[in-house]
């Protein structure tokens, strides 16, 4: 099923106009993250009616700031959890079928440097193969010396004694997320980013909604719905320690933090250091981590690690023994070992692992990544946990978890299983490689609106024209230039310095746009924050 339209405008006084409307809806969600947009979309495809307030822009936090892997999960493999990597893997496929421009399919090489490594990984890689079924995307191999240097031509031939070809998958993490919100305001779900979820409300102990505020403009509104969704990832806590006021006596709330933070780095270097369509990737570092090296859009990404976090900054800052530990290893397993000063811009997301309630999360690395569905003594479900791959399947568990406590009715699952998301059509004639820069490509059937717009031919840069500058605002929900280039376009991720120099005409193309502020100075700030390598 497709979802093929013409572009639905995101003009954002008419979303608003809509908001203050007066309307019961059945699902409220908070947060714009992959989990509440999948939530939000596979709702509003049942029927349900639906609204989701994001606090900042959609995908702005962890969703935007993943390893750009769509996978099973070789690493949850060795750790036995086995039921994790069946459902991720058969996952795998449905994403990549119904966004074949934003997933596709990527294989990745593990260097073997022990002689028994070879057999030894191969083996468990090809119960990996075994697990997909016929969901598999191709087969496992192993590899000569010389067959892994003709497929990894970069990878360290010193002590090099062969190596194992697997098969996953990888995405344009931001903008599958920018494509689910655009496909559940099809299906008619309403969508507002940078609109904070304030406080709940109640009748009688039981949520009957949330107020929630404009953050650009001030404006309060109350949300009446029969059924509010607590998606906001790593801040999800927030809103659970109010509710837990509410339901106690003493009005302190008796509500235990459940989650326990684990951050990940990731550095993006040139092209030149993989030059390869094909990741690399090491199962066990000196320390016991593992790591990556993944084309993408035209760079290599370069992570990560997975270190305990208790605050919840928007922009974590890296710490300086996971930078030296990501470009240590690096120089390991790549011919040409990248240095600080090659580095193109460093991020940093925070996972919201689930911690069991006697654990203080003082080691993240053991600590599954199964999501959890929690439902309040008022009603407040709450969803976090899981990864980017299994998002569609955490929907419908939310979903099925709300019916079980009556908060709505039940109707049919399944329904998002084939549902193609907006810009594509069906058609694959015209999707290129995401290893590939970026370009048009990546807006896929929506290539043919993208052309109508005023500027299309007009190049700010290499795969950026002012056209996809007034696409994002009328059809993509962007205000501000870090909206643009950090999540539109990945720019930000890519190569920071450049990003810089192209915001004051992205602002100026946005402001004609919105008439808004889009906050240039606020996002050349931001540059400096991912240029920036802790010493």
């Keep these: 099923m497709s979802t093929e339209t013409s572009p639905l405008p995101t003009i954002r006084k008419k979303l608003l106009s809509r908001l203050a409307q007066p309307h019961r809806y059945d699902i409220a969600i908070v ?3 992959a989990t509440g947009l999948g939530v939000a979309l596979d709702a509003a495809a ?9 606090s900042d822009d959609f995908a702005k936090g962890t969703s935007s700031r993943s390893t750009k892997l769509v996978h099973g999960g070789v690493r949850y493999l060795a750790q036995g959890n086995i039921s994790l990597v069946r459902e991720a893997l058969h996952e795998r496929t449905t994403l990549l079928n119904n966004a074949p421009h934003l997933a596709q399919p990527l294989s990745f090489i593990m260097p073997s440097y022990k002689y028994w490594e070879t057999p030894f990984y191969g083996v468990g890689l090809k119960m990996y193969d075994a697990l997909a079924g016929k969901a598999g995307l191709g087969r496992t191999e192993l590899l000569s010396r010389s067959e892994t240097l003709a497929q990894l031509p970069t990878a360290q031939p010193a002590g090099l004694k062969g190596g194992v070809k697997y098969w996953d998958g990888q995405f344009n993490d931001a903008r599958l997320a920018l494509a689910l919100a655009r496909t559940a305001a099809v299906h008619g779900a309403l969508l507002v980013n940078y609109c904070r979820a304030n406080e709940l409300l109640y009748v009688d102990g ?12 001030g404006a309060t509104f109350d949300l009446d719905a029969g059924c509010v969704i607590n998606a906001a990832g790593v801040w999800v806590d927030e809103l659970r320690i109010k509710d837990g006021a509410v339901n106690d006596a003493s009005g302190q709330s008796s509500t235990r933090p459940m989650l326990a933070p684990s951050q990940g780095v990731h550095v993006v270097v040139d092209r030149e250091f993989l030059d390869a369509d094909v990741g690399l990737m090491v199962p066990k570092t000196a320390d016991g981590r593992v790591l990556f090296a993944v084309p993408w859009l035209g760079k290599v990404i370069l992570g990560t690690t997975d270190t305990p976090r208790s605050d ?82 955490m929907a419908e568990d939310v979903l099925e978890s709300c019916a079980e406590h009556s908060l709505i009715e039940r109707r049919k699952s399944g329904v998002t299983v084939k549902l193609k998301v907006v810009g594509s059509d069906g058609s694959h004639h015209d999707v290129k490689s995401i290893c590939a820069p970026p370009g048009p490509h990546s807006y896929g059937s929506d290539q043919k609106h993208l052309r109508l717009m005023p500027g299309a031919d007009q190049a700010l840069d290499e795969g950026l024209t002012e056209g996809m500058v007034r696409f994002a605002a009328r059809y993509e929900y962007a205000v501000t230039v870090e909206d643009m280039l950090a999540r539109r376009s990945r720019m930000l991720f890519l190569d920071a310095r450049k990003a810089a120099s192209l915001a004051e005409k992205v602002g100026a193309i946005l402001q004609e746009e919105t008439g808004l502020d889009p906050q240039v100075d606020a996002f050349m700030k931001l540059t400096i924050h991912y240029l920036t390598l802790p010493s």
């Excluded at 049942?46 to 994001?54: A, H, N, P, T």
């Excluded at 039981?206 to 403009?217: E, M, N």
């Design 46 to 54: 049942r029927g349900f009616s639906v609204v989701l307030v994001e």
């Design 206 to 217: 039981k949520i009957k909604g949330l107020q929630c505020v404009d953050v650009l403009s």
């Design 31 to 33: 947060g714009g993250g």
């Design 312 to 393: 919840l900054s928007r922009e974590p800052q890296p710490f300086k023994e996971e930078v030296d530990f990501i470009l240590s290893e690096s120089a390991r397993y790549l011919k040409r070992a990248p240095k600080r000063a090659d580095v193109k811009s460093v991020w940093v997301g925070l996972r919201p692992l689930v911690k069991p309630q006697d654990d203080e999360g003082s080691n993240t690395k053991g600590i599954s990544r199964e999501h959890t569905v929690l439902v309040s003594r008022s009603g407040l479900v709450t969803v976090t946990g899981g990864k980017w791959t299994t998002y569609r399947a």
